[in-house]
């Protein structure tokens, strides 16, 4: 039964904190077999009061935001095109691709891209999966399947996708798409 023991600076949330103890579970159940059950976290708070660094009395860092939930923000903005919204979620030198595309930089060109190939799209989520890269940004996995209609009004369903994300700073930097939308069409 594996336990951690963690240090922070006081000044983190229970939900921050909830949030690193989940994390530290599953990085334990990483390397470890064992359920989540088994594994302890125990977080102790330090008084800032009582936490010196290079001579220096510190102050903890703020949180990172979750990366998932700005993902579901994302995604439920573009749904319902509310670009504004979906804009501000974005960083500067963002890009995308997907499927048969290059790089796009902003929403307007996949708009565009998108107007030929379909009247709309949906989708339904079967799952999230985020975890941090050995780098600065947090990589989100979202898949489930696509649903909509074509232009010739004949509807599609049932068609697999998965995104993914990268968030830095609380921005998505970039999302790479992978669906089987024109495997389905050229058998339909």
């Known amino acids: 039964m594996p336990v951690v023991e963690l240090h922070v600076l006081e000044g983190y949330n229970s939900k921050e904190k909830q949030r690193l103890g989940q994390a530290l579970t599953d990085a334990v159940r990483f390397v470890v077999p064992a359920t989540p059950e088994l594994v302890t976290i125990m977080i102790h708070d330090m008084p800032t009061e ?14 990172r935001p979750n990366p998932e939930l700005i993902i579901k923000d994302y995604l439920s903005a573009m749904e319902t095109r509310d670009l504004e919204k979906a804009n501000t979620l974005l960083a500067q030198g963002f890009t995308m691709s997907f499927p048969g595309t290059g790089p796009m930089t902003t929403l307007d060109a996949l708009i565009q891209w998108s107007k030929p190939r379909y009247k709309f799209v949906t989708k339904t989520y079967e799952g999230f999966d985020a975890l941090q890269s050995s780098g600065d940004a947090s990589i989100v996995y979202c898949r489930g399947t696509l649903q909509g209609e074509y232009h010739d009004g004949s509807c599609f369903e049932a068609i697999r996708f998965i995104d993914r994300f990268e968030v830095i700073d609380g921005k998505i930097t970039k999302q790479d798409v992978w669906n089987d939308m024109a495997e389905v069409r050229a058998n339909t």
Do not use: E, H, K, L
């Not at 009395?57 to 949180?63: D, E, L």
């Open 50 to 63: 009582n936490y010196y660094r290079g001579r220096i009395q510190r102050r903890p860092a703020a949180a």
